[in-house]
């Protein structure tokens, strides 16, 4: 049996009562998880401790049948993001992030621990209320270059240099990269599924 923190990516129901989950975990990176009897288990998975977004304490274990499939034990819920769900837009940037880091990652990256991260400290921006018009060309131009993606050139810096905190300073060359991020990232995505 595995201990570890994970953030929900996404869940999806087979069944009446199983679920799957994708979860990007702190210890493994991205994983995919089979959580049986999820929705009828009141001790195991208690009051929406499974939704997307959530950071859960989790307990899984390697099936003896198949090493690629991981059964859910347990999951406590640690950090709700309730903030998130105050506000519509943040919820949409909320999933937006979610779903990035879904098709973006891969299972076993050795950049894991440095998504992780950087999930936590974008979940809490949007959880404090915060936002900006630049928070999605920041974040995807962050996540590419945490994937070795994002080229090399001294374009990115203006960007890659800012945090949270300052993105709304000094931000005039923001919006130009946005299509330019946008093109890499589809020719990531296309070569990962490739």
């Not at 499974?50 to 049948?65: A, G, M, Q």
């Not at 999605?136 to 960007?159: A, C, H, N, T």
Request: net charge positive; proline share 3%.
């Amino acid at each position: 049996m595995e201990s570890d923190k994970a953030f929900v990516l996404s869940k999806k129901r087979i069944k009446e009562t199983d679920l799957i989950l994708n979860l990007f975990s702190k210890k493994a990176g991205k994983i995919s998880v089979f959580a049986p009897s999820a929705l009828k288990s009141k001790n195991r998975f208690a009051g929406g401790v499974l939704d997307p977004s959530h950071l859960i304490d989790i307990e899984y274990s390697v099936s003896r049948k198949s090493d690629s499939l991981i059964l859910l034990k347990s999951a406590k819920l640690r950090r709700s993001f309730s903030g998130i769900r105050k506000n519509y837009t943040h919820i949409q940037l909320a999933f937006y992030v979610l779903d990035l880091i879904q098709n973006l990652s891969q299972e076993e990256d050795i950049d894991s621990f440095e998504i992780y991260n950087f999930l936590g400290l974008t979940l809490e921006y949007l959880n404090k209320g915060e936002s900006s018009i630049y928070f999605k060309p920041y974040f995807l131009g962050k996540l590419l270059k945490i994937l070795g993606v994002l080229p090399l050139e001294d374009k990115w810096s203006f960007l890659l240099n800012k945090t949270y905190n300052d993105l709304d300073k000094n931000n005039e060359k923001i919006e130009e990269l946005l299509p330019e991020l946008t093109y890499i990232k589809n020719r990531y995505i296309s070569g990962v599924n490739a």
